[in-house]
């Protein structure tokens, strides 16, 4: 155990150059003080990390580890430094509408911007991609990865289920791997990179005739927005994004969705929403100022993180940020909450009790009970401005 005592192992791996090298070198230590190693939030934590940085060609990457680890990690390395390097990443398209009856051909970016990878918030994050879209055979799918750190490997049901790569239909290793759907029914792709699929890298959808008598596509299971009557349970303080905090997501708005999606929100639940004070917000805003990301338009903002904001009534709360263009990038969260009793005890005037009294007693500290207050003032002085305007 002495060899786990001694940190000290240092890799220095030069990233090849592509082109060209560059006068500029910048040096990465990969995940920072974190260092090289498990990390305690599980793969989101190298993803984010690597999210954030801008990698140039030349670039020299450092891992710092304790002797006897290896694991994998997978960058981008831009060719060359450019004046518009941009550590932002770019919004991603907006997903295509679903047209019913037989419509062109569409072409699906895999994942949008959050592209081709072992996905930050693990299997859900294309699931969740592909949700509500309608493949038809004539569609053609894009898998946009870095060359090198991925594969699209095409896969039966099982080899998916199983995450045996040895059993593949064919691998594609150029990217973008463009696929058109040819034939109807349920499609499987993964990566054949180690610990990829079962990481989460993993892509089931169903493909529909382009024509013919049977014209529903068939979206598959249960929605986003229908609450599931769960037996009351203990309340819930959730960390939004978990590891990856509140900020302009990695890969675009499908971030917090995908981190919000399989969750239950009651009445009663808590948001923590940490960042680091002065680089971001927590707006509270309306369904209209959530799609138009309209951030002059909000209920309210909290500034100081970890901003805690407890849920009081139910239906649907949507958040952002007032940081220009972060709401665009998607920094944005829309949820359900779920009444914490059965309905009927709950129909009549749940939203605005005068003090905290929800119906679930809370302790709390006196700044949320603030922020709660303020929330329950600015909202209420909304509604009678809109109904009386
Ligand atoms: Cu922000």
Known sequence: MATRLSLGAIIVVAIAAVLQTTLAQTTHVVGDSLGWLVPPGGPIAYSTWAAL???TAGDI??????????????????AGSGPTASPAPPPPPPSSPVPAPPRAPVTYV????????????????????????TFMVGDTLVFNFVNGTQDVAVVTKSAYETCDTNIT?????????????????EHYFTSTYPGHCTFGQQLAINVTASSGPTASP?????PHS????????APVTYVVGDGLGWLVPPGGPIAYSTWAFKKTFMVGDTLVFDFVNGTQDVA???????ETCDTNATITVLTTSPVKITLTTAGEHYFTCTYPRHCALGQKLAINVTAATPPTSYTSSPAFAPTAGGPAPLPFSSALYRSVVTFHVTFFSIVI?????
């Open 53 to 55: 940085q801008t990698f």
């Open 61 to 78: 990457l450092v891992f710092d580890f304790t002797t006897g680890q290896e694991d994998k990690l997978a960058i981008s390395v831009t």
């Open 110 to 133: 895999v994942g949008d911007g959050l592209g081709w990878l072992v996905p930050p918030g693990g299997a859900i994050a294309y699931a969740t991609w592909a949700f509500r879209k």
């Open 169 to 185: 239909i064919t691998v594609l290793t150029t990217s973008p791997a463009k696929i058109t759907l040819t034939t109807t029914g």
């Open 218 to 222: 068939a979206p598959p299971p249960p």
């Open 226 to 233: 229908s609450p599931v009557p769960a037996p009351p349970r």
């Open 284 to 290: 509270v805003v309306t369904k209209s100022a959530y």
């Open 385 to 389: 401005a809109f109904f009386f305007s």
